[in-house]
C-alpha cells in the first residue's frame, strides 16, 4: 500500500514508519520541518493546520501521528490543544483522499475510572483539554468513516516507551525518560508526587508500531473500530525508579512533591485488540523498555 504517516518525525511517528517500510509498504512521511525518518521513508513537507499545502495522494491509507501530546500543558493552552488535534485532523481528512486511516488516540479519553484494566467499552470522561481534544478528533475520524469515505480504527494508548534505532524519547516530563536523565547525570533528582504508589503500565514503541500495521491492514471503508493498545503490565512509579537504578547501575534521587488528584491504577484491556487483530506486545517487559532506552541515550551523549 501506499501510506502517508502523519508526524513521521516524532517519537511514534518514526516507529510507525519504519515498521511499514520493513512490511513492504510505499511510505511517504508528512513533516514540518527538518527531521530524521527511516529508511524506506520519503520526507513530505507538509502542515496540518495550512491544509492547502498538504498532500492530496491519493493514499491507500493514513496513519495520522501528529498531535500535541502534554497533558500539563493543556491546561495552560487549551485551546492550542484543540486547534491542533482537532482542526488539524479535520483538515487531513478534508484534504487527504485515502480508503484507510488509523489515527493514535490516547487513554486519557477514559479520565480515571475506577474499573480496571480498562476495556474500551468503558465510558469517556476525559479530565484534561488534551484529552478532551483527542477525544473530538476520534468522532471526527468514526463519523468520516461512518460516511463510507474510508475505513478507520483509533488506537488509544497508554505509556509508550523504549527505542528504535538509537532514537531516545525526547519527552523529559515522562517517567522513564526523565529517570534515566537523572541516572545519566542530567539533571539532579526525580520529581515524585505523593508516596510513589500509583501504577501505570508501559507499552514499547515498536510494538505499538505493529499495531499500526495490522490496524491499517485490518481497516475496511464504511467501517470503524476502536481498540485499547498496552501491555496491561503495571509498575508503580517507586518499582520504574528501582528498575532505572538496576539496569543503569545509577542513584536515581528522588524529591517528593505534594500529592496530586489522580488514579491511584490504570491499566489497559487489550483483549480486543488481541483477538481480531492477532496483535501482542514482544518488547514491553520494564527491564527490557529501561535497558534499550538507556542504552540509546548513553549512546546519544556519546
Known amino acids: 500500500m501506499r501510506v502517508l504517516v502523519t508526524g513521521a518525525a516524532g517519537y511514534i511517528g518514526y516507529a510507525v514508519g519504519r515498521r511499514l517500510a520493513a512490511a513492504g ?4 512521511g508528512l513533516v514540518r520541518r527538518d527531521g530524521r525518518l527511516p529508511d524506506g521513508v520519503r520526507p513530505v513537507r507538509g502542515d496540518l493546520l495550512a491544509p492547502d499545502g498538504l498532500p492530496r495522494g491519493p493514499y491507500d491509507g493514513v496513519c495520522h501521528l501528529a498531535a500535541l501530546t502534554r497533558v500539563r500543558e493543556s491546561f495552560d493552552r487549551p485551546l492550542r490543544y484543540f486547534t491542533a488535534n ?5 483538515n487531513l481528512l478534508e484534504a487527504v483522499e485515502t480508503e484507510r486511516l488509523v489515527f493514535g488516540s490516547t487513554a486519557a479519553v ?3 475510572p475506577e474499573r480496571q484494566p480498562i476495556p474500551e467499552s468503558e465510558g469517556t470522561a476525559p479530565s484534561s483539554p488534551y484529552g478532551a481534544s483527542k477525544l473530538a478528533a476520534e468522532q ?61 503500565e508501559y507499552l514499547h514503541v515498536d510494538d505499538l508500531a505493529a499495531a499500526y500495521v495490522l490496524a491499517l491492514e485490518a481497516a475496511r471503508p464504511g467501517e470503524d473500530r476502536v481498540y485499547n493498545v498496552g501491555s496491561g503490565s503495571g509498575a508503580a512509579v517507586h518499582e520504574v525508579v528501582a528498575a532505572v537504578e538496576e539496569a543503569t547501575g545509577r542513584p536515581v534521587p528522588v524529591r517528593r512533591r505534594p500529592a496530586r488528584p489522580e488514579a491511584p491504577v490504570l491499566l489497559c484491556d487489550a483483549a480486543a485488540i488481541r483477538a481480531d487483530l492477532g496483535w501482542r506486545p514482544e518488547r514491553s517487559a520494564l527491564p527490557e523498555i529501561i535497558a534499550g532506552s538507556w542504552s540509546a541515550l548513553t549512546c546519544a551523549d556519546g
Do not use: C, M, W
Open 140 to 200: 471526527a475520524v468514526r463519523y468520516h468513516a461512518r460516511t463510507g469515505a474510508a475505513g478507520a480504527v483509533v488506537l488509544r494508548t497508554f505509556n509508550v516507551a523504549g527505542s528504535v534505532d538509537g532514537r531516545v524519547d525526547p519527552d523529559e516530563t515522562r517517567l522513564i525518560p526523565k529517570a534515566l536523565a537523572v541516572a545519566a547525570g542530567r539533571a539532579a533528582h526525580l520529581d515524585v508526587n505523593g508516596d510513589g504508589l500509583a501504577v501505570r
Open 110 to 112: 477514559y479520565g480515571t
Open 25 to 28: 509498504h510505499d511510505v511517504d
Open 86 to 90: 482537532v482542526q488539524g485532523t479535520v
